[in-house]
Protein backbone atom coordinates (compact mmCIF):
# COMPACT_ATOMS: atom_id res chain seq x y z
CA UNK A 1 0.00 0.00 0.00
CA UNK A 2 2.79 2.27 0.90
CA UNK A 3 4.49 1.33 -2.50
CA UNK A 4 1.32 2.13 -4.58
CA UNK A 5 1.03 5.78 -2.59
CA UNK A 6 4.63 6.78 -3.02
CA UNK A 7 3.89 5.87 -6.89
CA UNK A 8 0.99 8.28 -7.00
CA UNK A 9 2.33 10.85 -4.87
CA UNK A 10 5.90 11.03 -7.47
CA UNK A 11 3.82 9.41 -10.37
CA UNK A 12 0.84 11.82 -10.74
CA UNK A 13 2.63 15.40 -10.60
CA UNK A 14 4.96 13.75 -13.36
CA UNK A 15 2.05 12.59 -15.25
CA UNK A 16 0.05 16.12 -14.83
CA UNK A 17 3.12 17.93 -15.86
CA UNK A 18 4.14 15.74 -18.94
CA UNK A 19 -0.05 15.73 -19.85
CA UNK A 20 0.13 20.05 -19.69
CA UNK A 21 3.51 20.32 -21.47
CA UNK A 22 1.81 18.22 -23.77
CA UNK A 23 -0.96 20.60 -24.37
CA UNK A 24 0.03 23.46 -24.06
CA UNK A 25 2.70 22.54 -27.34
CA UNK A 26 -0.38 21.69 -29.53
CA UNK A 27 -2.56 24.39 -28.90
CA UNK A 28 -0.66 26.97 -27.15
CA UNK A 29 2.55 26.27 -28.86
CA UNK A 30 4.01 30.01 -27.77
CA UNK A 31 3.50 29.38 -24.33
CA UNK A 32 5.32 26.02 -24.42
CA UNK A 33 8.24 27.52 -26.34
CA UNK A 34 8.31 30.08 -23.55
CA UNK A 35 8.26 27.59 -20.69
CA UNK A 36 10.29 24.54 -21.88
CA UNK A 37 11.12 25.02 -25.44
CA UNK A 38 13.45 27.81 -25.13
CA UNK A 39 15.51 26.69 -22.33
CA UNK A 40 15.70 23.11 -23.95
CA UNK A 41 17.13 24.52 -27.36
CA UNK A 42 19.35 27.09 -25.73
CA UNK A 43 21.17 24.19 -23.71
CA UNK A 44 21.03 21.71 -26.41
CA UNK A 45 22.83 24.71 -28.58
CA UNK A 46 25.47 25.68 -26.14
CA UNK A 47 26.40 22.12 -25.38
CA UNK A 48 26.89 20.94 -29.57
CA UNK A 49 27.67 24.14 -31.21
CA UNK A 50 30.69 23.12 -32.02
CA UNK A 51 30.25 19.45 -33.25
CA UNK A 52 26.86 20.28 -35.04
CA UNK A 53 29.13 22.86 -36.61
CA UNK A 54 32.26 20.40 -37.50
CA UNK A 55 29.55 17.85 -38.54
CA UNK A 56 27.85 20.31 -40.89
CA UNK A 57 31.01 20.89 -42.55
CA UNK A 58 30.54 24.63 -41.24
CA UNK A 59 34.12 24.61 -39.70
CA UNK A 60 37.71 25.38 -41.13
CA UNK A 61 41.19 24.43 -40.46
CA UNK A 62 42.89 26.21 -37.96
CA UNK A 63 45.70 28.77 -38.38
CA UNK A 64 49.40 28.02 -37.68
CA UNK A 65 49.65 30.06 -35.12
CA UNK A 66 46.76 28.03 -32.91
CA UNK A 67 48.02 24.98 -34.04
CA UNK A 68 51.80 25.72 -32.52
CA UNK A 69 49.68 27.07 -29.04
CA UNK A 70 47.55 24.01 -28.68
CA UNK A 71 50.57 21.71 -29.25
CA UNK A 72 52.96 23.91 -27.42
CA UNK A 73 50.75 24.17 -24.46
CA UNK A 74 48.71 20.78 -24.37
CA UNK A 75 48.73 17.85 -25.77
CA UNK A 76 45.13 17.47 -27.50
CA UNK A 77 44.19 16.62 -30.96
CA UNK A 78 44.02 20.40 -32.76
CA UNK A 79 40.44 20.57 -33.80
CA UNK A 80 38.56 22.45 -36.76
CA UNK A 81 37.90 25.76 -36.07
CA UNK A 82 33.92 26.65 -36.06
CA UNK A 83 32.50 30.34 -36.81
CA UNK A 84 33.05 32.64 -33.59
CA UNK A 85 29.41 32.56 -31.78
CA UNK A 86 27.92 35.82 -30.36
CA UNK A 87 25.60 36.02 -27.26
CA UNK A 88 21.97 34.42 -27.42
CA UNK A 89 19.35 36.66 -27.84
CA UNK A 90 15.97 34.84 -26.88
CA UNK A 91 12.54 36.21 -28.81
CA UNK A 92 8.85 35.48 -27.74
CA UNK A 93 8.98 32.78 -31.66
CA UNK A 94 12.76 31.35 -30.85
CA UNK A 95 16.30 32.37 -30.92
CA UNK A 96 19.08 34.34 -32.46
CA UNK A 97 22.51 33.68 -32.70
CA UNK A 98 25.30 36.25 -34.68
CA UNK A 99 28.22 34.64 -36.36
CA UNK A 100 31.34 36.06 -37.45
CA UNK A 101 32.25 33.58 -40.86
CA UNK A 102 35.89 32.52 -40.61
CA UNK A 103 38.21 32.89 -43.42
CA UNK A 104 37.11 31.28 -46.93
CA UNK A 105 33.28 30.73 -45.19
CA UNK A 106 29.92 32.57 -47.40
CA UNK A 107 25.87 32.69 -46.07
CA UNK A 108 25.43 30.46 -48.56
CA UNK A 109 27.41 27.80 -46.97
CA UNK A 110 24.71 28.71 -43.69
CA UNK A 111 21.90 28.52 -45.89
CA UNK A 112 22.49 25.29 -47.71
CA UNK A 113 22.81 23.94 -44.12
CA UNK A 114 19.70 25.13 -42.63
CA UNK A 115 17.58 22.10 -42.57
CA UNK A 116 20.73 19.56 -40.93
CA UNK A 117 21.00 22.65 -38.38
CA UNK A 118 17.60 22.78 -37.88
CA UNK A 119 17.30 19.02 -36.93
CA UNK A 120 20.63 18.70 -34.62
CA UNK A 121 19.46 21.64 -32.63
CA UNK A 122 15.48 20.61 -32.21
CA UNK A 123 13.92 23.65 -33.54
CA UNK A 124 10.99 24.25 -36.22
CA UNK A 125 12.91 26.23 -38.74
CA UNK A 126 16.60 28.15 -39.01
CA UNK A 127 16.43 31.02 -41.28
CA UNK A 128 19.91 32.91 -42.42
CA UNK A 129 20.61 36.54 -43.08
CA UNK A 130 23.47 38.83 -43.79
CA UNK A 131 24.04 41.78 -41.38
CA UNK A 132 27.20 42.49 -43.21
CA UNK A 133 30.31 41.08 -45.11
CA UNK A 134 31.43 38.61 -42.76
CA UNK A 135 28.83 38.78 -40.13
CA UNK A 136 25.53 36.42 -40.63
CA UNK A 137 22.49 36.46 -38.34
CA UNK A 138 21.32 32.81 -37.61
CA UNK A 139 17.14 33.29 -36.80
CA UNK A 140 15.89 30.04 -35.22
CA UNK A 141 11.90 29.43 -34.60
CA UNK A 142 10.84 27.29 -32.38
CA UNK A 143 7.19 26.52 -33.85
CA UNK A 144 4.92 26.70 -36.63
CA UNK A 145 3.63 30.77 -36.27
CA UNK A 146 1.90 30.29 -39.00
CA UNK A 147 -0.50 27.67 -37.70
CA UNK A 148 -1.78 30.59 -35.08
CA UNK A 149 -1.00 33.88 -36.82
CA UNK A 150 0.15 37.00 -33.95
CA UNK A 151 1.32 39.81 -35.08
CA UNK A 152 4.35 41.24 -33.52
CA UNK A 153 3.54 44.13 -31.42
CA UNK A 154 6.49 46.57 -32.74
CA UNK A 155 5.37 46.46 -36.38
CA UNK A 156 6.52 48.45 -39.18
CA UNK A 157 4.37 51.46 -39.30
CA UNK A 158 4.52 54.58 -41.35
CA UNK A 159 3.08 56.71 -44.61
CA UNK A 160 2.21 54.21 -47.08
CA UNK A 161 3.42 51.08 -44.64
CA UNK A 162 1.24 48.51 -43.82
CA UNK A 163 2.00 44.91 -41.90
CA UNK A 164 -0.64 42.93 -43.64
CA UNK A 165 0.71 39.53 -42.50
CA UNK A 166 3.57 37.57 -40.69
CA UNK A 167 6.66 35.59 -42.37
CA UNK A 168 7.17 32.07 -41.90
CA UNK A 169 10.71 33.39 -39.95
CA UNK A 170 8.10 35.39 -37.48
CA UNK A 171 8.88 38.85 -38.99
CA UNK A 172 5.89 41.12 -40.38
CA UNK A 173 5.10 41.22 -43.90
CA UNK A 174 5.00 44.94 -44.39
CA UNK A 175 3.23 45.89 -47.75
CA UNK A 176 5.30 49.33 -48.57
CA UNK A 177 3.89 51.69 -51.12
CA UNK A 178 6.67 53.73 -51.55
CA UNK A 179 9.48 50.61 -52.18
CA UNK A 180 6.75 48.25 -54.34
CA UNK A 181 4.28 50.46 -55.86
CA UNK A 182 2.01 48.07 -58.04
CA UNK A 183 1.43 44.17 -56.59
CA UNK A 184 -0.80 41.77 -58.22
CA UNK A 185 -2.96 39.47 -55.51
CA UNK A 186 -4.29 36.20 -57.10
CA UNK A 187 -6.40 33.47 -54.82
CA UNK A 188 -8.97 31.55 -55.18
CA UNK A 189 -12.36 31.13 -53.47
CA UNK A 190 -11.79 31.03 -49.59
CA UNK A 191 -8.29 31.01 -49.96
CA UNK A 192 -7.85 34.40 -47.83
CA UNK A 193 -7.45 37.00 -50.44
CA UNK A 194 -10.26 38.73 -49.31
CA UNK A 195 -8.71 38.98 -45.81
CA UNK A 196 -5.56 40.77 -47.33
CA UNK A 197 -7.46 43.13 -49.04
CA UNK A 198 -9.31 43.95 -46.21
CA UNK A 199 -6.19 44.36 -43.69
CA UNK A 200 -4.57 46.99 -46.71
CA UNK A 201 -8.05 48.97 -46.36
CA UNK A 202 -7.99 49.41 -42.70
CA UNK A 203 -4.05 49.88 -42.45
CA UNK A 204 -4.77 52.58 -44.98
CA UNK A 205 -8.03 54.10 -43.70
CA UNK A 206 -6.29 56.10 -40.97
CA UNK A 207 -3.53 57.94 -43.05
CA UNK A 208 -3.93 60.55 -45.43
CA UNK A 209 -4.16 59.30 -48.49
CA UNK A 210 -7.39 58.73 -51.04
CA UNK A 211 -8.43 54.83 -51.47
CA UNK A 212 -10.17 54.62 -54.77
CA UNK A 213 -12.05 50.75 -55.74
CA UNK A 214 -12.80 48.88 -58.81
CA UNK A 215 -15.07 46.33 -57.55
CA UNK A 216 -16.30 44.28 -60.52
CA UNK A 217 -18.38 42.00 -58.14
CA UNK A 218 -21.33 44.42 -57.99
CA UNK A 219 -19.21 45.87 -54.84
CA UNK A 220 -20.09 43.26 -52.51
CA UNK A 221 -15.68 43.21 -51.41
CA UNK A 222 -15.22 46.91 -51.32
CA UNK A 223 -18.65 48.41 -50.94
CA UNK A 224 -18.69 47.96 -46.88
CA UNK A 225 -15.47 50.11 -46.87
CA UNK A 226 -17.44 53.22 -48.77
CA UNK A 227 -17.09 55.89 -45.78
CA UNK A 228 -13.57 56.21 -46.36
CA UNK A 229 -13.30 55.20 -50.58
CA UNK A 230 -13.05 58.66 -52.59
CA UNK A 231 -14.48 56.59 -55.54
CA UNK A 232 -16.02 53.25 -56.17
CA UNK A 233 -16.91 51.07 -59.35
CA UNK A 234 -19.25 48.39 -58.82
CA UNK A 235 -18.76 46.92 -62.74
CA UNK A 236 -16.72 47.14 -65.78
CA UNK A 237 -18.90 50.37 -67.16
CA UNK A 238 -18.28 52.46 -64.09
CA UNK A 239 -14.22 51.19 -64.34
CA UNK A 240 -14.35 52.59 -68.19
CA UNK A 241 -15.11 55.95 -67.12
CA UNK A 242 -13.52 56.12 -63.45
CA UNK A 243 -9.91 54.89 -65.02
CA UNK A 244 -9.92 57.65 -68.17
CA UNK A 245 -10.38 60.51 -64.42
CA UNK A 246 -7.14 58.97 -62.72
CA UNK A 247 -5.02 58.78 -66.08
CA UNK A 248 -6.21 62.66 -66.20
CA UNK A 249 -5.23 62.91 -62.54
CA UNK A 250 -1.55 61.13 -63.43
CA UNK A 251 -0.85 63.52 -65.89
CA UNK A 252 -2.19 66.44 -63.62
CA UNK A 253 0.42 65.68 -61.66
CA UNK A 254 3.23 65.47 -63.85
CA UNK A 255 2.01 68.87 -65.22
CA UNK A 256 2.76 69.82 -61.09
CA UNK A 257 6.21 68.31 -61.20
CA UNK A 258 7.38 69.89 -64.45
CA UNK A 259 6.15 72.90 -63.28
CA UNK A 260 8.02 72.86 -60.12
CA UNK A 261 11.03 71.40 -62.51
CA UNK A 262 11.55 75.22 -63.93
CA UNK A 263 14.62 75.52 -62.52
CA UNK A 264 15.58 78.83 -61.55
CA UNK A 265 19.19 79.70 -61.48
CA UNK A 266 19.46 79.98 -57.33
CA UNK A 267 16.98 76.74 -56.82
CA UNK A 268 18.85 74.38 -54.24
CA UNK A 269 19.78 70.72 -55.35
CA UNK A 270 16.98 69.85 -52.96
CA UNK A 271 14.20 70.81 -54.34
CA UNK A 272 14.72 69.90 -57.38
CA UNK A 273 12.48 66.50 -57.87
CA UNK A 274 10.94 64.18 -60.75
CA UNK A 275 8.14 62.88 -58.40
CA UNK A 276 5.19 64.27 -56.16
CA UNK A 277 7.46 63.36 -52.79
CA UNK A 278 10.03 65.92 -53.64
CA UNK A 279 7.17 68.56 -53.49
CA UNK A 280 6.83 70.87 -50.63
CA UNK A 281 3.97 69.48 -48.34
CA UNK A 282 1.57 72.60 -48.88
CA UNK A 283 1.95 71.42 -53.03
CA UNK A 284 1.97 67.69 -52.59
CA UNK A 285 -1.31 65.98 -53.94
CA UNK A 286 -2.60 63.12 -51.49
CA UNK A 287 -1.45 59.72 -52.71
CA UNK A 288 -3.71 57.68 -54.19
CA UNK A 289 -4.27 53.76 -54.16
CA UNK A 290 -6.63 52.15 -56.51
CA UNK A 291 -8.07 48.35 -55.46
CA UNK A 292 -8.92 46.39 -58.57
CA UNK A 293 -10.94 43.37 -57.29
CA UNK A 294 -11.33 40.79 -59.97
CA UNK A 295 -9.12 42.53 -62.56
CA UNK A 296 -10.39 39.30 -64.72
CA UNK A 297 -13.41 40.72 -65.61
CA UNK A 298 -12.12 44.05 -66.85
CA UNK A 299 -10.86 41.54 -69.94
CA UNK A 300 -13.82 39.63 -70.85
CA UNK A 301 -16.11 40.43 -73.66
CA UNK A 302 -19.29 39.52 -75.59
CA UNK A 303 -19.53 42.20 -78.17
CA UNK A 304 -17.33 44.17 -80.45
CA UNK A 305 -18.35 47.30 -78.41
CA UNK A 306 -17.11 45.39 -75.34
CA UNK A 307 -13.97 44.64 -76.97
CA UNK A 308 -13.22 48.19 -77.50
CA UNK A 309 -13.93 49.38 -74.12
CA UNK A 310 -11.49 46.14 -72.73
CA UNK A 311 -9.19 47.72 -74.67
CA UNK A 312 -9.28 51.09 -73.55
CA UNK A 313 -9.42 50.07 -69.76
CA UNK A 314 -6.38 47.97 -70.19
CA UNK A 315 -4.65 50.65 -71.71
CA UNK A 316 -5.44 52.83 -69.01
CA UNK A 317 -4.51 50.47 -66.57
CA UNK A 318 -1.06 49.55 -68.02
CA UNK A 319 -0.27 53.45 -68.39
CA UNK A 320 -1.29 54.08 -64.52
CA UNK A 321 1.13 51.26 -63.66
CA UNK A 322 3.82 52.65 -66.36
CA UNK A 323 3.65 56.09 -64.63
CA UNK A 324 1.24 56.15 -61.73
CA UNK A 325 4.61 55.70 -59.07
CA UNK A 326 5.99 58.95 -59.75
CA UNK A 327 2.49 60.65 -59.58
CA UNK A 328 1.79 59.15 -56.24
CA UNK A 329 -0.77 56.16 -57.81
CA UNK A 330 -0.28 53.18 -56.93
CA UNK A 331 -1.71 49.90 -58.02
CA UNK A 332 -3.38 46.80 -56.05
CA UNK A 333 -4.27 44.26 -58.52
CA UNK A 334 -6.84 41.14 -56.85
CA UNK A 335 -8.38 38.33 -58.74
CA UNK A 336 -8.81 34.57 -58.81
CA UNK A 337 -7.58 33.84 -61.72
CA UNK A 338 -5.03 35.86 -63.78
CA UNK A 339 -3.16 34.52 -67.29
CA UNK A 340 -2.06 35.07 -70.68
CA UNK A 341 -4.90 33.92 -72.19
CA UNK A 342 -7.58 36.93 -70.62
CA UNK A 343 -6.19 38.23 -74.05
CA UNK A 344 -4.07 41.47 -75.23
CA UNK A 345 -2.51 43.52 -72.32
CA UNK A 346 -2.36 40.85 -69.78
CA UNK A 347 1.42 39.95 -69.65
CA UNK A 348 1.99 43.36 -70.28
CA UNK A 349 0.03 44.64 -67.28
CA UNK A 350 1.97 41.61 -64.78
CA UNK A 351 5.11 43.15 -66.04
CA UNK A 352 4.31 46.50 -64.60
CA UNK A 353 3.64 45.02 -61.44
CA UNK A 354 6.57 44.57 -58.64
CA UNK A 355 5.04 42.68 -55.90
CA UNK A 356 3.58 39.19 -56.16
CA UNK A 357 1.24 37.89 -53.86
CA UNK A 358 0.08 34.31 -54.32
CA UNK A 359 -2.69 32.72 -52.10
CA UNK A 360 -4.24 29.12 -53.01
CA UNK A 361 -5.22 28.90 -56.84
CA UNK A 362 -7.35 26.62 -58.62
CA UNK A 363 -4.56 25.40 -61.60
CA UNK A 364 -1.03 25.71 -62.04
CA UNK A 365 -0.84 28.64 -64.35
CA UNK A 366 -2.20 30.81 -62.20
CA UNK A 367 0.65 30.17 -59.81
CA UNK A 368 3.08 29.93 -62.51
CA UNK A 369 1.32 33.68 -63.82
CA UNK A 370 2.29 35.40 -60.42
CA UNK A 371 5.82 33.94 -59.38
CA UNK A 372 7.09 31.72 -62.64
CA UNK A 373 9.07 35.15 -63.60
CA UNK A 374 10.40 36.16 -60.94
CA UNK A 375 11.50 33.10 -58.56
CA UNK A 376 10.20 29.58 -60.50
CA UNK A 377 10.70 27.44 -57.01
CA UNK A 378 7.97 29.28 -55.48
CA UNK A 379 5.65 27.97 -58.34
CA UNK A 380 5.60 24.38 -56.02
CA UNK A 381 5.32 26.35 -52.78
CA UNK A 382 1.99 28.44 -53.85
CA UNK A 383 0.48 24.71 -55.91
CA UNK A 384 1.48 23.13 -51.94
CA UNK A 385 -1.16 25.36 -49.89
CA UNK A 386 -3.64 23.38 -48.24
CA UNK A 387 -7.57 24.61 -48.53
CA UNK A 388 -7.76 24.36 -44.63
CA UNK A 389 -5.01 26.92 -44.13
CA UNK A 390 -6.79 29.96 -45.37
CA UNK A 391 -4.79 32.99 -45.43
CA UNK A 392 -1.27 31.55 -46.06
CA UNK A 393 0.06 32.59 -49.43
CA UNK A 394 3.72 32.98 -51.28
CA UNK A 395 4.78 36.91 -51.25
CA UNK A 396 7.48 37.63 -53.88
CA UNK A 397 9.53 40.50 -55.66
CA UNK A 398 10.82 40.75 -58.97
CA UNK A 399 14.09 40.72 -56.98
CA UNK A 400 13.83 37.10 -56.91
CA UNK A 401 13.33 36.67 -53.17
CA UNK A 402 10.30 34.90 -51.71
CA UNK A 403 8.78 33.66 -48.58
CA UNK A 404 5.63 32.17 -47.10
CA UNK A 405 2.90 34.40 -45.01
CA UNK A 406 -0.35 34.18 -43.45
CA UNK A 407 -2.76 36.78 -42.78
CA UNK A 408 -4.19 36.69 -39.36
CA UNK A 409 -8.31 36.69 -39.00
CA UNK A 410 -9.93 40.46 -39.59
CA UNK A 411 -13.95 40.55 -39.63
CA UNK A 412 -15.96 42.77 -41.90
CA UNK A 413 -17.54 44.68 -39.59
CA UNK A 414 -13.81 45.63 -37.54
CA UNK A 415 -12.27 46.80 -40.96
CA UNK A 416 -15.62 48.57 -41.56
CA UNK A 417 -15.76 50.27 -38.44
CA UNK A 418 -12.01 51.30 -39.37
CA UNK A 419 -13.43 53.03 -42.27
CA UNK A 420 -16.17 54.48 -40.75
CA UNK A 421 -14.10 55.98 -37.95
CA UNK A 422 -11.65 57.59 -40.95
CA UNK A 423 -14.35 58.97 -42.98
CA UNK A 424 -13.28 62.16 -42.25
CA UNK A 425 -9.75 62.55 -43.68
CA UNK A 426 -11.18 61.37 -47.27
CA UNK A 427 -9.19 63.79 -49.40
CA UNK A 428 -10.94 66.52 -51.57
CA UNK A 429 -9.74 65.69 -55.06
CA UNK A 430 -13.38 67.45 -57.12
CA UNK A 431 -12.02 64.89 -60.07
CA UNK A 432 -13.20 61.74 -58.40
CA UNK A 433 -16.29 63.37 -56.50
CA UNK A 434 -18.70 62.18 -59.24
CA UNK A 435 -17.35 58.44 -58.57
CA UNK A 436 -17.97 58.93 -54.57
CA UNK A 437 -20.02 56.00 -53.15
CA UNK A 438 -23.44 56.75 -51.54
CA UNK A 439 -22.78 56.04 -47.75
CA UNK A 440 -25.88 54.32 -45.85
CA UNK A 441 -27.20 56.41 -43.02
CA UNK A 442 -26.86 53.68 -39.41
CA UNK A 443 -30.51 53.69 -38.14
CA UNK A 444 -30.55 55.31 -34.67
CA UNK A 445 -31.78 52.65 -32.41
CA UNK A 446 -34.53 54.52 -29.11
CA UNK A 447 -33.45 53.91 -26.01
CA UNK A 448 -35.67 51.50 -24.02
CA UNK A 449 -37.46 53.18 -21.23
CA UNK A 450 -36.29 52.44 -18.19
CA UNK A 451 -39.91 51.80 -16.36
CA UNK A 452 -42.78 50.26 -18.65
CA UNK A 453 -45.60 53.19 -18.99
CA UNK A 454 -48.43 51.61 -16.78
CA UNK A 455 -52.12 52.74 -17.82
CA UNK A 456 -54.01 55.30 -16.33
CA UNK A 457 -57.23 54.26 -14.82
CA UNK A 458 -60.68 55.77 -15.90
Known amino acids: MSDLTTLLEVGGPVAALGGGAAYARTK???AYWSTVGLPVSAVRLLSSYGSVMEACGLTVAPSRLRVLAVKAMTQREVRPVPP????????TTGLRIRLRLAPGQEPADFAASAERLRH???VHAVYVTTVKPGVVDLRLVGYDVLRRVRMPRKAVHGPLKVPVALREDATPFVRDYRTIPHQLTLGATLSGKSMYLRHLVAGLAPQSVALVGIDCKRGVELAPFAPRLSALATDPEQAAELLPVLVNEMEDRYDLIKARQGIAPGTPDEEITSDIWGLPDHERPVPVV???DEVAELFLVATKKDEERRDEMVTQLIRLAQLGRAAGIYLEVCG???GAELGKGATMLRAQLTGRVCHRVNDEASAKMALGDIAPEAVQAACSIAPERPG???AGDTSGGWSRIRTPYLSLGDAAETCRESAHLVPDLPALKPFRPD???RPVGTAAPVFLPRPVAD
Do not use: N
Open 392 to 394: LAV
Open 28 to 30: HPA
Open 336 to 338: QRF
Open 84 to 91: RRGIIRPT
Open 439 to 441: VPV
Open 120 to 122: AWG
Open 290 to 292: LFV
